[in-house]
């Protein structure tokens, strides 16, 4: 998925967001771009910069959904995190440096995965003769002062014959399930973590000495002998081969490679970070976290307990609703370090309605299949998906104006009686029409201070 072009990238992004084309072209652009620089000759490569995005719109419009598709159908390390939980240094807190190491983390455990994937078959193999090894126990060699007949060669290779012949017996009972019941005695590792805490207002790397790491190192491995059923215990050993076989010196030389060349940090709700001039109390902090963000999103060397990490080539997409303060009030240096502002517009009625019906993953959808599990069939009609369209806009409009979030809490509301009833209902098929719609939401809609409570 790596070589998408930006059209078919909007495409894959229209299976799952209605509208906000803007915002999808500048995405899809961008990523384009990081696929175009590798294309560039050396020289030129590292000169070219990423263009990082900020997304400004109300809430539940689509601007964290357009960042989480992508990390699903690209192959780019992807980290998605709230700016609001980030502190200055000095304060108690994480330091934005830790989302750098969040994602290295996030690409290594992937790569991993995805080795021991591939190795799955050879580690399954050797953990099969590790537990014919556990059910057929090598004989111990005979003790030659032992009296008795004098061992010659074609009775050694007799019993070797048997012993084969013995444990591809059992290699077939195990293949086949015929031992699954069967208990055996293994020795698991239980590596124990000391509980130690350390206060300190940097991260881990920065204190240079990973202590956890340290101390884990230090303790010995403590091993346990349990009884385990063999399937269970196959599964043991395969996963311990499996991590044995992977290449961990290889796996994380490519995940930085992968981080630094094509790693995406979204940085939802930056307009929390952003408080007014002569701020005081928490403001002096959110400027902080500005100032230290500068010299990552610019370009810098991360410290992590694998090794530094430039994010020179890292994309930043940003997003905020920024209500009652606007981009303008970011300190201006971070506003040049996001040269592209994409605006999503708010969504009414007929984008409501597609939410609705149109997505792969639409939220009718999603309430039928859950219903179904019950063995009860629910039908909506075109009119109904519509009065829930209008009803959702209206109180909107009347309340706070929370996107199509608005749509799960109506939804919830309309279905809670089929929801609650569905066990008792079994076997049964309900149409929901438009006079259902307006029943059910009716109350809800004309009063608005229960709206406000409830929605």
Known sequence: MDNLTPAQIVKQLDKYIIGQDQAKRSVAIALRNRWRRRQVPPDLRDEIAPKNI?????????????????????????????????????????????????????????????????????????????????????????????????????????????????????????????????????????????VVEIFSNVGMEEMGINFKDMLG?????????????????LEIMAKEEAQNLVDMEGVVKRAIEKVEQSGIIFLDEIDKIAGKEGGHGPDVSREGVQRDLLPIVEGSSVTTKYGPVKTDHILFVASGAFHTIKPSDLIPELQGRFPIRVELASLGQAEFARILTEPENALLLQYIALIRTEGVQVAFEQEAVEE???????????????????????????????????????GTKIVIDGKYVLDRLKDIKEDEDLSRYIL
């Open 54 to 194: 900020i997304m400004i719109g109300p809430t539940g419009v689509g601007k964290t959904e357009i960042a989480r598709r992508l990390s699903l159908f690209t192959d780019s390390p992807f980290y998605k995190v709230e700016a609001s939980k980030f502190t200055e240094v000095g304060y108690v807190g994480r330091d934005v440096e830790s989302m750098v190491r969040d994602l290295l983390e996030l690409t290594i455990n992937r790569l991993k995965a995805n080795e021991q994937e591939a190795v799955k078959e050879k580690a399954l193999q050797i953990a099969e003769e590790r537990m014919l090894d556990l059910l057929l126990p090598k004989p111990k060699p005979a003790n030659p002062l032992q009296a008795g007949p004098e061992p010659g060669i074609a009775t050694t290779e007799t019993e070797s014959e048997s012993q084969a012949a013995t444990r591809e017996k059992l290699r077939g009972m195990l293949r086949k399930g015929k031992l699954d019941e069967r208990y055996v005695d293994m020795d698991i590792a239980e590596r124990s973590t000391p």
């Open 217 to 233: 190192g230090l303790l010995p491995k403590s091993t346990k002998r349990r009884k385990v059923k063999v399937p269970q215990a």
């Open 388 to 426: 829930i369209a209008r009803i959702a806009e209206d109180v909107n409009n009347l309340t706070e104006n929370i996107g199509a979030r608005r749509l799960h809490t109506l939804m919830e509301k309309l279905l809670e009686e089929i929801l609650f009833d569905a066990p008792d209902l079994k």
